[in-house]
């Protein structure tokens, strides 16, 4: 535990101007990050009396080794670079919700020569415009099933559409009138781009004129005595308020709004969020989040605000944001939201009428979230402690292993040696710090050296990353103080993100029992590292062997810690086998183009594309070579060389027949060489 004024600046060194300031820890790890409108006053106040300091700050100054700043010229653009620096750091102590990027969306592809309706999950891309998010996938079909009677928009995979343009006929959709068909040109590109632009101006809300432009036409299709077509404007009709039924009216004046609510206590806090587009309830979502900053309700809001809108643009945020209490920088904030949608953003607290009504709703929806939460994180966590409890006894470690590392073997009768390297934390997968190793230092199937190699390679880089961060004195000597001025963003040199090796753990896991534990405890004593502690999971008899034991430990069958041992040994397992597999299915796909110095894929799949087979590519002179798009003549010239230089491949025998393949078949062998998806973008 450090201290604080250990490091604390000299008077008159921090600045009297808005800015943003990160703590480091003695490894050089951004921990956290903050803003200010003024820095001197509100970095001076984490250097204040520990017992004057909020538990979860006291912690955080303590953790710190030192602490540096960024002088801004305006609040907005201080909002804008601490955001930036949360998403790129990841920091330990600021809050960051638990991201809702399983919730689906309706999505439309505009980006493409005739647009698709989709359901999409994950980050958003570019040239796709969304709707949403929604509880569930299925409720976003429902509504798009009923709205293609009107909008007959395309909502098949590139893989059909391109069939139906190969064969000339539509899928069932195109049959029953729920698509427009443009894949056998029933309408023009232009005319189904204009069905999926009144469709997302449906969605977006703007529903009156096309049910009055529908009910004209069903009037004048009657009056004119076209009574199937009135029929079918009229179920058309139907089905359009059936769609809208679905999304409850809570705003007679069309109103577009995101209302945010915040339930917390002192260690959690859930927020949710009701999207609001038209005057109706068009998504849902919520988060969850740990409080480990000292932060109060406006604060909470602050956080959502930057996670909901730090990545869009235009009519993604909405006219008017509606939260419980305003951030500390509410005009700062508003001028933020404001840049990002393009116009004036109004964030405000509902004061009465249905706005304050609903905010109830969504506050009601964000309390039963934190319960719900709370009953499962429960159990989940009293286990979890109750399993590295009874690990640390069974090994005899003087504390609970926050950090354990699994390592494991794999290969394929010598081939393909591969190890893996995962990370659980208080129990949980830390899937970003999985590692994989290719082994180097020799061939053929030997776990125990193999392990030894591992470890040591690991364990070495942990000390090298070590010696780096003893290595730092900031300005002034290794007390030191702040540094004034920085530039904006990351440096090159220390740059405060995780490194790959800068964290020991406290226990090792091998995969194996006596033979590679001692391997591996061998890699650290050749280290001189004595405060890791080391143990081995032997599959046979779900043994826990110790260095230097005669005896394994033996865990009851019913162990939350034996579940535990036995769930990460699992995941380094099925991790090194993926990556060996992977490994050998690349080698078996390697074809003769593989290994022309500087070629790349791109240019390998044109060559291919061109010439049809590796033999036709071989007898091509180097002006034909010239021929293929994106091959200069000095590539051709190292293609031609390379290929002279190669040993034909022997021709292929059909196992049934006996019979020789002939040579013209070897461009289906180098087309099957590339992956699926290769072969896709080939095609």
């Known amino acids: 535990m450090a201290d604080p004024s250990s490091y604390r600046p000299k008077p008159g060194q921090i600045p009297d101007s808005p800015g943003v300031y990160k703590f480091r820890d003695e490894h050089r790890r951004v921990i956290y990050v903050g803003k200010a409108k003024s820095l001197r006053p509100r970095l001076s106040s984490y250097f204040q009396d520990l017992a004057n300091l909020h538990p979860r700050t006291r912690t955080m100054v303590t953790t710190a080794a030192s602490v540096e700043w960024t002088v801004v010229s305006t609040e907005v653009e201080a909002l804008q670079l601490e955001y930036s620096w949360i998403k790129e750091y990841d920091p330990r102590f600021n809050v960051k919700y638990r991201d809702d990027k399983s919730y689906p969306s ?68 195109g049959y029953i009138g729920k698509c427009s068909a443009p894949c056998v040109g029933r309408v023009t590109p232009g005319e189904h781009r204009e069905l999926a632009e009144e469709f997302c101006d449906f969605m977006a809300g703007r529903t009156g004129q096309y049910l009055k432009r529908l009910e004209q036409q069903m009037r004048e299709a009657a009056e004119d005595m076209e009574y199937e077509k009135a029929a079918r404007l009229r179920d058309d009709i139907g089905a359009l308020r059936r769609a809208l039924e679905k999304n409850a009216v809570v705003f007679n004046d069309a109103t577009d709004a995101d209302l945010i609510a915040v339930a917390e206590d002192e260690l959690e806090a859930a927020v949710q969020i009701f999207h609001v587009r038209g005057g109706r309830v ?35 945020v909405p006219k008017e944001v509606l939260v419980p209490a305003l951030p500390e920088d509410a005009p700062a ?40 939460h709370k009953t499962k994180r429960a159990s989940d966590l009293t286990t979890r402690s109750r399993a590295l409890e009874e690990i640390a006894e069974a090994l005899g470690l003087d504390s609970a292993p926050l950090r354990i590392e699994c390592f494991d073997i794999s290969h394929l ?20 710090e999985y590692r994989r190793f290719q082994i180097k230092s020799f061939e053929g199937q030997d776990d125990v050296r193999a392990m030894h190699e591992v470890l040591t390679r690991r364990f070495r880089r942990y000390l090298q990353e070590k010696e780096k961060t003893g290595e730092w004195t900031e300005e002034g000597g290794a007390g030191g103080t702040g540094v004034l001025e920085v530039p904006a963003g990351p440096q090159p040199e220390d740059d405060g993100r995780p490194r790959r090796f800068a964290y020991p753990p406290q226990l090792v896991v091998v995969d194996g029992g006596q033979p590679q534990v001692a391997a591996a405890q061998r890699a650290l004593d050749e280290l001189g590292i004595d405060d890791v502690a080391v143990c081995g999971l032997a599959k046979r008899l779900e043994e826990v062997w110790l260095p230097g034991e005669d005896d394994p430990v033996v865990l ?30 690349k080698r078996f796909r390697a074809g003769p183009l593989d290994e022309v110095p500087g070629l790349g894929e791109t240019r390998k799949h044109a060559l291919i594309k061109h010439f049809g087979s590796v033999k036709k590519l071989r007898s091509a002179t180097i002006d034909q070579i010239c021929e293929v798009p994106g091959i200069g003549r000095r590539t051709a010239e190292t293609v031609a060389a390379f290929l002279a230089q190669a040993t034909p491949a022997a021709p292929a025998v059909n196992t049934a027949t006996g019979e020789i393949i002939e040579d013209d078949e070897e461009s289906a062998a180098t087309t099957a060489a590339f992956s699926p998806s290769e072969r896709g973008q080939q095609e």
């Open 282 to 316: 068009r998504g849902q979502r919520g988060w969850v989040t740990d409080k480990v900053e000292a932060v109060d309700t406006a604060g909470l809001v602050e956080h959502a605000l930057q996670q909901l809108y730090g990545e869009e643009q235009g009519d993604a």
């Open 333 to 372: 904030v508003s001028q933020w939201l404001a840049g990002r949608r393009g116009s004036n953003v109004s964030l405000r607290i509902p004061q009465r009428g249905d706005k304050k009504d609903l905010m109830a709703t969504v506050l009601r929806n964000a309390q039963q979230a934190l319960v719900l």
């Open 106 to 173: 309706l999505a439309v592809t505009l980006g493409e020569e005739f647009p698709r309706v989709q359901v999409m999950r994950g980050p958003k891309k570019k040239g796709v415009r969304y709707f949403g998010p929604y509880g569930h996938a299925w409720a976003i079909r429902e509504t798009v099933d009923l709205m293609l009677r009107v909008f007959p928009v395309r909502t098949c995979s590139a893989g059909v559409f391109k069939n139906a343009a190969r064969t000339g006929r539509p899928c069932l959709l």
């Open 556 to 585: 009851p069958r019913s162990s939350e810690g034996l579940y535990l041992l036995q769930r990460v040994r699992d995941t380094a397992h099925d991790f090194a086998i993926r990556y060996q597999r992977a490994k050998r299915a």
């Open 413 to 432: 009768q010598g081939d393909d040696v591969v190890a893996s390297m995962v990370v659980f934390e208080d129990g949980l997968p830390r899937k970003s």
